[in-house]
């Protein structure tokens, strides 16, 4: 039953909190539709999905984004610094600058981010 083999996948919807969620087995595959809030939640369920050896053959998804004025939203986790989180999602350290940018109203230098802010994150481009 594919839903047992994926249920993973399907606790992690939980994470990004992915509504209006549909997940039903059909034709052979694992069929799941829903919606996000951002970008970021919409690829970060991706990648759960691809973790799996066999998703492109059991599994089919339909995820939507609400909203698009930025990439998303990122709570800073202990070890964390701009130029890592720049480099996790947006693979160049270098994009910190945006960030950083994109986030003065809550920071005043890029090497001082503290556990629990709540990043914006600038469009992947």
Known sequence: MLKDKYSDLIKFGEDVKLAEEYVKE?????????????????????????????????????????????????EVKSGDSLSKIAKEFYGDPMRYKEIFEMNTDILTNPDLIKVGQVLKMPKKY
């Open 26 to 74: 059909e034709e052979g595959k694992l069929k799941i539709k829903g919606t996000v809030e951002y970008q970021i939640e919409k690829d970060r369920y991706w990648n759960k999905i691809k973790s799996f050896s066999e998703w492109k053959n059991e599994v089919s998804a339909d995820i939507r984004v609400n909203k698009d004025d930025i990439y998303g939203k990122y």
